[in-house]
Structures are given as C-alpha cells and as structure tokens.
C-alpha cells in the first residue's frame, strides 16, 4: 500500500521544499492526499506548490495555511521564489482560511493511516492539535524536518523551522503521535550538492522545474543542502538513516534562545535521526526524481 502522506511546506523560501515535492510528486510509493503551506505570503506558496504539481500533472489539493506564528514576530515574510511564477503555470483563487480544516477532516476520514509530513515552521500542525486534541492519535505518523539534536551543534544553534514559530513546536513535539521521526541539522548538512552537479543532475521534467525555481537561491549560495528531500526519503528507505528514542524538549522561556531542542535518549516516543548515509540517499533519491547521470 502507497504512504498515505500530507504535506504541510514553507516552499518558497529555502530552495529544499521544491526538492522535497518534486520527490514526492515522483516516489511511486507515495499517496499525496493534499499541501498545505505556511509561514509568510502563504497563497504564493500555493502557486509555487501547484506549478509542480502541474508539471507532475498530478492534483492534490493544496490549501494556503497560517501566515503568522502564533506568537513570536515574523521572520520569514517573503517568497524569493515567487519570480519563477511568471514563467510556469500555477492555480490561483485557492480557499483561503480552510487548511486546518482540511487537514483535521482528512486525517479523521482516514484513522491511523496518514502521515504528516511537515517542512517548514510548525504553526499549522500546532494549530490542529490545538483544535482537535485527538487529531494526534489519528495520525499513523508525523515526520518532521526540525531541530539539532546532537551536541555540538544542539548547544549552539535553533534550526530555522523550529526557531520560526517555537510556541508551535512546543505544541508539536508534546502532542501524543503515535510515531514521530525527527530528521535534523545534525544529518541533513551532509547531504549536499554544489550548482554545478545541480544544474547537471537536475534534468528530469520536475527537476528542471526545481532548478528554474532555484534561480533566486543560487544568487545568494553555490549549493542545495537536502534538509527537506532527506526526512521525506527515510520514510521509503529506512537505510539512509538510523534513529535513536528519546525525549524531544522545546525552548520557550528564554527568548535568547527561543526554538533550541533539547534530546533526552532514552524511553520517550521521539525518534530522532543520528547518522546518515549519503551516498545511499542520493542514489535513492535520484532513482526516484530522475537522475542527471
């Protein structure tokens, strides 16, 4: 049976959420039931996501999400990649105001059989806990790209999703998911690719795609690191990375350091990812997408 998965994305911004759908949009394996985007300028979001989705010719439906953290000020208010819009065609007029609606009827449709998968700051994922408390334990799984769990790096740094709205990740990583697999700064820096074996590698239509979006990312750095692709890939290969249990804390109370996760090994029902094969995940990643050779 195909992964029966949502998608809950700040595309537009970091160049990996493309990745990460054009992923998905390809993996046989997947049941894309639906996207819904967060964090600023929401609806150009969508019509980033649905220009994929187009060039896929698949149509899940996509619902425009939660603009602001719930309390913490905005960080991310822009949409570089929204210039690529003029040059692909994208659905417009979405339903506004109606994501955690979709996703709390989606999930209640479908008891214990959907992942959430979620790649950008977790407002949205917060919100529908809050809304529905059984939402959780509906759910077969939630993934998520957040987080540094391994010293050095968890003593030093909040990553990005979790330091956007930390209020929301609190919520999250306390909510009783059956199964929740965190994938991190700590492996996802290790999978990584310069512009120039970008540029030869991507060149499977929905890539292509990808790399046009990428216009405005490669402006400001020379390389994609695979933050996202990399937590939606383990759920398909479960050889690119080993996990360890333990307890996930989130920082709330000391706004120096707003977002910074804490990981207790041990008895806990995080699953947090501590090692990472490269090599492993590339080859599968672009036997899915399609490789460049």
Request: with cysteine; hydrophobic share 45%.
């Amino acid at each position: 049976m195909p992964t029966r998965l949502l998608l809950d994305t700040d595309i537009g911004s970091d160049i990996d959420d493309a990745v990460c759908l054009a992923y998905l949009l390809a993996q046989p394996e997947c049941d894309l039931m639906g996207i819904t985007t967060v964090s600023g300028r929401p609806l150009e979001r969508a019509s980033l996501a649905s220009a994929l989705c187009r060039v896929a010719n698949k149509f899940p439906p996509i619902y425009p999400g939660t603009e602001l953290p719930l309390i913490v000020p905005p960080r991310q208010t822009d949409v570089p990649q929204a210039e690529a819009l003029a040059r692909w065609p994208h659905d417009l007029g979405f339903a506004q105001h109606e994501a955690i609606d979709f996703l709390r009827r989606t999930i209640r449709q479908n008891p214990g059989e959907i992942t959430l998968l979620t790649i950008g700051p977790l407002t949205n994922a917060a919100l529908l806990f809050k809304l529905d408390p059984e939402i959780p334990r509906l759910l077969k799984s939630l993934v998520m790209m957040a987080g540094a769990y391994l010293p050095p790096m968890s003593e030093n740094i909040a990553e990005w999703n979790s330091l956007l709205d930390p209020h929301a990740a609190a919520i999250v990583f306390a909510a009783d998911v059956p199964v929740v697999r965190c994938v991190g700064l700590d492996v996802t820096l290790k999978v990584m690719m310069m512009s120039e074996e970008v540029q030869r590698r991507f060149d499977a239509p929905l890539l292509r795609a990808v790399y046009d979006f990428a216009e405005s990312w490669f402006r400001q750095r020379p390389d994609i690191t695979f933050h996202d692709p990399l937590a939606a890939a383990v759920m398909f290969d479960g050889s690119i990375c080993q996990f360890q249990r333990g307890v996930v804390s989130v920082e709330i109370n000391d706004a120096a350091h707003y977002g910074r996760l804490t990981f207790a090994p041990g008895e806990g029902r995080h699953e947090v990812a501590v090692s990472v094969d490269p090599a492993r995940f590339f080859e599968h990643f672009f036997v899915v997408a399609g490789s460049g050779g």
